[in-house]
Structure formats: structure tokens, C-alpha cells
């Protein structure tokens, strides 16, 4: 989303100015692998693309490798977070059974190349102490099998914007007419896919077997909004929200979609509703720098007490494919990767 529009609308909306840290990064790789859910598998179970420190691998575990001095480059604006950011791919799947990826574009305002948009929401609570995650800190939210809209959490959505200059603006995150299901028609701006994670921790885990527990929504209210975090994990962390601009628009032609009107999209897990909606991330900041950015209200792409890189600098770091396989990006493919015999749902 474009940061003057959020800002205005976020004003309009409660009285305090909210900070938030607002930056691009660039793709690093798309690849098959996942070292929060698939740890050391090669491939994982389904495709995904990943912005950040080029250290991320098939297997990252906590303790022993620590990505700010592990990664040499990063794909973010913000030359000190060498954390990883990751989502599933979204697939088109022709009237003919074939599957072709739909690319991503920068988000209005940026100068990095395809990639995301991440956000560290400090929220309302101006005076609020929020802590940075500690070294090994990693999460998931979402959940790739959920094929139900209940259960999707509710800052996790789509946006079908009309055109690439998103506008008219519709308004804050998962407000308005977005959906937890893929657009249902063609969209001449692409989608705006956000994805944002809870805001509060036990203090205590890193991480927790289901990559979930450890992390929690406030009890009351919305981070957003001054919520209080509930006793059970009551240090507040930054939110992080990401969005990602997938650009649809070369499979707009409605004479390659099913005969029979129903939606030709495909997250990479086979996930044909988009309920499947996921974003994984793993903790990579360098010392002190992301306590440094909440402390002094850093916003934006550009922040005193953070080091920021030239646009093509983050754009140049990138990290070769280690499942080395079509994905699908020239080239249509039979199934989507690593589904093939897995009947798409
Ligand atoms: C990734 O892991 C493999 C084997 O586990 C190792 O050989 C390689 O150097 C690692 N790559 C990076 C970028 O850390
Ligand atoms: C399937 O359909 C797509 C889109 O119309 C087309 O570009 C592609 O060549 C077709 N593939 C086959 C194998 O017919």
C-alpha cells in the first residue's frame, strides 16, 4: 500500500500517528525449500519465494547459525536485516491443465525489484515499549492446508486492485471489499496480498513446535489500536505485516480460464481457494538495530539510526535455486511443483 495513503487513512481513522517502518526488499530466490516447517528437506513440500539475508537455506537452525553474520548480502532496503521473509507462489493454471507463475512487481513508491513489502508496526501506543525479537525468533502464520475462510486469521487477505496505480485507495489492510479467498474476477491492477502476524510473545520460546504457540493476538482490542497482550504472552514485538504485489495481469484473458467460470489461481501448495494463505518469518537483524529502529519511532524506507543501501544493491543480492527445477516462470509446467499425482483442492 502506498504509506501516504495508509498515514492519511490511519489519521482519519484514531487520532494518533502510528509509526511504521515501511521498506522493500527484493527477491532473493524462489525455491522448494522451508527451514521452519521442512527443516534440512530438499526438496520441501511446496514452492516458495523469499526475500532477505542471502544465509537462507534448507536448514537454519537456531544457535547454530545466526543470519547477520552468516549472510553476506540481503535483499532489503534496510542493509542490517539479514531476516528471512517467505510465502507460498501463486500459480495460473490454463484451461488446458498447464501452470504458469504469476510474477510479482515492487509495491507503489519502491525501487527494489519483484520481492515484498515488509512493515514493522509499531502501533498507537506511542509511549509503548516494544520489543525487538531475540536472535533464533522465528513464526508462521497462516496455515498452507486450511482450505476453510473461518480460519483464516484476520489479517491475512486480498485485494483485487483495479489498476497499478492502486487507486482509488481501498482503504486499511483486510478492510473494505478485500477477501480471504483469490479475487473472483480479473483485476487490472493485479492483487495486493497482505499477510500480518500477531503481535504479542511468551517472552520465552523462540520458536514452538507448531511455529504458533509462542505468539498470540492481543486479548482485547487490536495491536493497531492499543490491545493489551494477553498474561500468557505479554511482551508486546513489533507487527510485522507484509504485502505482496502479484501482477496477474497477463492472465487476464478470460478465454484461458475454466470453461465453467470457477477461479484458475493456485497457491503453490495446491490450494485452489486461497484460504491457504501462509507467511513464514525468521528473525536476522543485526545487534541492536531493530530495537534501535522501534525505540527512536523509525519510519518509512529511511531512518537515521538505521543503514540503508542503494535500491540496486538490495536488487543485486540474490541466492541461486538449491531444488533445482522449472518453476515455472517462461515455461508452463504439467503440475505445480511438487504436487505432481497430489490432486489440487
Ligand atoms: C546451505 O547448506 C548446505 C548444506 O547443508 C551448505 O553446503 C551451504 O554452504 C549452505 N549455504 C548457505 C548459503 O549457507
Ligand atoms: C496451454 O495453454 C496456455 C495458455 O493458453 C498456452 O500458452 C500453452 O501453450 C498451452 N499448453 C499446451 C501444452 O497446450
Same mark, same amino acid.
Given at each position: 500500500?502506498?504509506?501516504?495513503?495508509?498515514?492519511?487513512?490511519?489519521?482519519?481513522?484514531?487520532? !494518533?500517528?502510528?509509526?511504521? %517502518?515501511?521498506?522493500?526488499?527484493?527477491?532473493?530466490?524462489?525455491?522448494?525449500?522451508?527451514?521452519?516447517?521442512?527443516?534440512?528437506?530438499?526438496?520441501?513440500?511446496? %514452492?516458495?519465494?523469499?526475500?532477505?539475508? &542471502?544465509?537462507? &537455506?534448507?536448514? %537454519?537452525? *537456531?544457535? $547454530?547459525?545466526?543470519?547477520?553474520?552468516?549472510?553476506?548480502?540481503? +535483499?532489503?532496503?534496510? +542493509?542490517?536485516?539479514?531476516?528471512?521473509?517467505? !510465502? #507460498?507462489?501463486?500459480?495460473?493454471?490454463?484451461?488446458?491443465?498447464?501452470?504458469?507463475?504469476?510474477?510479482?512487481?515492487?509495491?507503489?513508491?519502491?525501487?527494489?525489484?519483484?520481492? %515484498?513489502?515488509?512493515?514493522?508496526?509499531?502501533?498507537?501506543?506511542?509511549?509503548?515499549?516494544?520489543? #525487538?525479537?531475540?536472535?533464533?525468533?522465528?513464526?508462521?502464520?497462516?496455515?498452507?492446508?486450511?482450505?476453510?475462510?473461518?480460519?483464516? @486469521?484476520?489479517?491475512?487477505?486480498?485485494?483485487?486492485?483495479?489498476?497499478?496505480?492502486? $487507486? @482509488?485507495?481501498?482503504? /486499511?489492510?483486510?478492510?473494505?471489499?478485500? !477477501?480471504?479467498?483469490?479475487?473472483?474476477?480479473?483485476?487490472?491492477?493485479?492483487?495486493?496480498?497482505?499477510? !500480518?502476524?500477531?503481535?504479542?510473545?511468551?517472552?520465552?520460546?523462540?520458536?514452538?513446535?507448531?511455529?504458533? $504457540?509462542?505468539?498470540?493476538? @492481543?486479548? +482485547?482490542?487490536?495491536?493497531?489500536?492499543?490491545?493489551?497482550? *494477553?498474561? =500468557?504472552? *505479554?511482551?508486546?514485538?513489533?507487527?510485522?505485516?507484509?504485502?505482496?504485489?502479484?501482477?496477474?495481469?497477463?492472465?487476464?484473458?478470460?478465454?484461458?480460464?475454466?470453461?465453467?467460470?470457477?477461479?484458475?489461481?493456485?497457491?503453490?501448495?495446491?490450494? &485452489?481457494?486461497?484460504?491457504?494463505?501462509?507467511?513464514?518469518?525468521?528473525?536476522?537483524?543485526?545487534?541492536?538495530?531493530?530495537?534501535?529502529?522501534?525505540?527512536?519511532?523509525?519510519?518509512?524506507?529511511?531512518?537515521? /539510526?538505521?543503514?540503508?543501501?542503494?535500491?540496486?544493491?538490495?536488487?543485486?543480492?540474490?541466492?541461486?535455486?538449491?531444488?533445482?527445477?522449472?518453476?515455472? =516462470? $517462461?515455461?508452463?509446467?504439467?503440475?505445480?511443483?511438487?504436487?505432481?499425482?497430489?490432486?489440487?483442492?
Amino acid at each position: 500500500m502506498h504509506l501516504k495513503a495508509f498515514v492519511a487513512v490511519a489519521a482519519a481513522q484514531l487520532a !494518533t500517528a502510528q509509526e511504521l %517502518m515501511r521498506f522493500g526488499c527484493s527477491q532473493l530466490t524462489i525455491d522448494r525449500i522451508d527451514p521452519l516447517v521442512n527443516p534440512g528437506s530438499l526438496p520441501s513440500a511446496h %514452492m516458495h519465494q523469499v526475500i532477505g539475508g &542471502n544465509s537462507f &537455506n534448507a536448514s %537454519m537452525t *537456531p544457535g $547454530s547459525l545466526d543470519p547477520s553474520t552468516a549472510a553476506t548480502c540481503t +535483499s532489503c532496503t534496510y +542493509s542490517e536485516d539479514f531476516s528471512n521473509y517467505w !510465502t #507460498a507462489n501463486i500459480y495460473f493454471k490454463a484451461r488446458n491443465g498447464s501452470f504458469k507463475r504469476v510474477p510479482q512487481v515492487a509495491n507503489l513508491g519502491l525501487g527494489v525489484q519483484a520481492g %515484498m513489502t515488509v512493515y514493522y508496526i509499531r502501533g498507537y501506543q506511542a509511549s509503548a515499549k516494544v520489543n #525487538a525479537f531475540k536472535p533464533g525468533f522465528r513464526m508462521l502464520v497462516g496455515d498452507p492446508s486450511n482450505r476453510v475462510a473461518a480460519k483464516v @486469521p484476520s489479517g491475512l487477505c486480498f485485494r483485487c486492485e483495479s489498476n497499478m496505480q492502486q $487507486s @482509488p485507495f481501498g482503504g /486499511a489492510p483486510c478492510t473494505g471489499a478485500d !477477501t480471504k479467498n483469490f479475487p473472483k474476477s480479473t483485476c487490472g491492477g493485479g492483487w495486493r496480498v497482505t499477510v !500480518t502476524f500477531p503481535s504479542c510473545w511468551d517472552g520465552k520460546n523462540l520458536d514452538t513446535p507448531d511455529h504458533k $504457540s509462542h505468539i498470540s493476538y @492481543p486479548s +482485547s482490542g487490536t495491536f493497531e489500536s492499543g490491545g493489551a497482550c *494477553p498474561s =500468557t504472552h *505479554p511482551v508486546k514485538i513489533p507487527q510485522i505485516m507484509y504485502e505482496i504485489m502479484f501482477d496477474t495481469r497477463e492472465f487476464n484473458n478470460k478465454a484461458d480460464w475454466p470453461a465453467d467460470g470457477s477461479q484458475p489461481f493456485y497457491w503453490s501448495q495446491g490450494d &485452489n481457494t486461497g484460504y491457504g494463505i501462509h507467511g513464514d518469518y525468521l528473525f536476522g537483524w543485526k545487534g541492536d538495530a531493530l530495537q534501535k529502529a522501534m525505540d527512536t519511532k523509525c519510519a518509512g524506507d529511511n531512518c537515521k /539510526a538505521l543503514q540503508r543501501q542503494a535500491d540496486a544493491k538490495a536488487i543485486a543480492c540474490t541466492k541461486s535455486q538449491s531444488a533445482r527445477e522449472d518453476i515455472g =516462470t $517462461s515455461k508452463w509446467l504439467t503440475s505445480l511443483p511438487g504436487q505432481a499425482g497430489m490432486a489440487p483442492m
